[in-house]
């Protein structure tokens, strides 16, 4: 799929700004937060490319293994969310980090997570103890923009028409799949490029919910033991309690609490 500049969106004192990627190249740290699919690594992989002495890892290659040149490296340590895939703590995949950072006296490391997977102050704190700095950047990767998808569609061969593959999609109430590049991805894959979109809105609806029950990441996909037709089914059980119970939205906690 045809690249494009990303930006990603950082919380301030007055506010929250939104910035092109390589704004922060001069950052000592960062964390980068992300939807399943937006486009991470690959990110990764192209910053790791264009900054000097650049190297990107995955974060359990990093936690797994011992390598010299890792040392006076900026790393790019890509994917906790993977280490934590399966993991009875979630905060021990993090402590082999902080402590092989600390080891290799690293002077520059950047850290790819998913939003989910992401434990917020806490893996903020830890991190920010070992930074050079003290301080720890989070940043969350902004969704393509409208010209992000024209430009990566207008270069795509399977997509003869780039306009009316949006204007069906918007048609079609699926134009919330555009704006993460794996699931436009594979949007265009499921209606070959365009040429066979779905006849009914039933249909749309089950093409839409398959993409995203999918899970194309194998480190989480070993740990994932519910089938497509059981994620659909648990995800249209609680829409109903949402709906039925008039709740804004579910969040996750222990037993007991509110």
């Known amino acids: 799929m045809y690249h494009v500049p990303r930006t990603c969106t950082e919380k301030i004192d007055d506010g929250i700004e939104s910035r092109p ?4 190249r001069e950052r000592p740290a960062y964390v980068l937060l992300g939807e399943p699919g937006a486009g991470k690594s690959t990110l990764f992989k192209e910053e790791a490319d ?3 002495n650049g190297l990107c890892i995955s974060a359990r290659d990093f936690i797994d293994l011992d390598r010299n040149e890792w040392r006076d490296k900026t790393l790019f340590i890509d994917g906790l969310d993977e280490a934590r895939a399966g993991k009875d703590d979630a905060r021990t995949p993090l402590g082999a980090i902080r402590g092989k950072l600390s080891q290799l006296d ?3 490391f950047r850290i790819s997570c998913r939003e989910a997977d992401w434990l917020g102050s806490p893996d903020a704190n830890d991190l920010a103890r070992i ?3 003290q301080a720890i950047t989070i940043l969350h990767l902004n969704p393509l923009s409208s010209d992000d998808i024209e430009q990566i569609l207008s270069n795509d061969q399977r997509v003869p028409d780039t306009n009316g593959f949006i204007e069906k999609a918007e048609q079609f109430g699926l134009s919330g799949l555009l704006n993460n590049p794996q699931t436009l991805d594979m949007l265009i894959d499921a209606t070959k490029g365009g040429d066979d979109w779905p006849s009914s809105k039933q249909q749309v609806y089950e093409v839409a919910c398959k993409q995203l029950a999918s899970e194309f990441n194998g480190d989480h996909a070993v740990t994932q033991t519910a089938t497509i037709p059981q994620l659909m089914e648990a995800a249209g059980f609680l829409c109903a309690v949402q709906l039925v119970a008039n709740l804004s939205g579910f969040t ?3 037993a007991g609490e509110g």
Not at 21 to 24: K, L, S, V, Y
């Open 21 to 24: 990627i390589a704004d922060f």
């Open 50 to 52: 264009n900054t000097d």
């Open 106 to 108: 690293c002077q520059c």
């Open 131 to 133: 930074s050079p700095n």
């Open 252 to 254: 996750e906690g222990q």
